[in-house]
């Protein structure tokens, strides 16, 4: 309870309040702000890899309290829930026609996905040629398993059997391991279910100036002012990311 962020308390969990209190801390944390400049240009560099004259629309998914837009200008904002975003557009389901869409971009979404093979299914229909999936998702390293398994609300189950879970919440019911289930433990499993979808980034990210900071539901624990330790750290432990890291960066390019 010390270590709870002030501003979320009773709010609910997903709500516009909950996501505006959030969007409060991005603005007001240097270094959690930091991260998502660091992230957000990463998934930028994804999408502009992809020629312009290939044709299809930036998609954000699970925005929430995301300012991706404010960098990107022409995304497309959504959330599963109204009001947050430009449209309401579940991942299962995406409101597009085939090849209409050059990048879908998320941060922090894909394990909110309940039947993330619908998605990945979407992905290849929506996609044009050489279009990319590219998300920021928590790692599955000692650290990342001790903090998000301990520290944060939502699930982490990195023992589980699928990578479907029971979802009456979208943003309680999720599992934080996700992205290690799809991408690492059950790799070829995904290979050989969507094979136009391939791996082409698995990057474990900095890590010490999002400790720290907090993230979006814990207090700071470094002043802004001390940032430059936070990096300093960051960059003397890049050898032992696989230990450490929290984060990592995912791309997935569609293939003909």
């Known amino acids: 309870m010390l270590l709870q962020e002030p501003s979320l308390r009773g709010l609910e969990m997903g709500s516009p309040g909950w996501f505006a209190a959030q969007r409060a801390l991005l603005d007001s944390k240097p270094l959690l702000r930091g991260c998502y400049d660091d992230w957000y240009r990463r998934l930028i560099a994804d999408a502009a890899s992809v020629p312009l004259d290939a044709g299809g629309e930036l998609l954000e998914l699970g925005s929430g309290g995301s300012y991706l837009c404010t960098m990107l200008p022409g995304v497309i904002t959504s959330d599963v829930v109204a009001g ?95 992205s290690w289930l799809v991408f690492v433990r059950d790799r070829a499993r995904f290979e050989r279910q969507h094979p136009t979808l391939r791996i082409d980034r698995l990057a474990l990210l900095p890590w010490f100036a999002y400790l720290v900071s907090g993230g979006v539901t814990r207090r700071s624990l470094l002043p802004g002012a001390l940032g430059f330790v936070a990096t300093a750290v960051d960059r003397m432990t890049r050898p032992v990311a696989g230990a450490v890291a929290l984060h990592w960066h995912i791309t997935l390019r569609k293939v003909a």
């Open 84 to 178: 947050l975003a430009d449209r309401v557009v579940d991942a299962r389901a995406l409101p597009f026609a085939d090849g209409g869409l050059r990048a879908i971009l998320l941060t922090h979404c894909l394990h909110h996905i309940p039947e993330v093979t619908r998605f990945f299914a979407e992905a290849e229909r929506t996609l044009v040629p050489g279009g990319v999936v590219s998300m920021i998702e928590v790692a599955h390293t000692p650290l990342a398993r001790a903090v998000f398994g301990h520290l944060h609300p939502e699930p982490y189950d990195d023992q589980a059997g699928d990578w479907t879970f029971d979802q009456t919440d979208a943003m309680a019911d999720a599992n934080q391991a996700l």
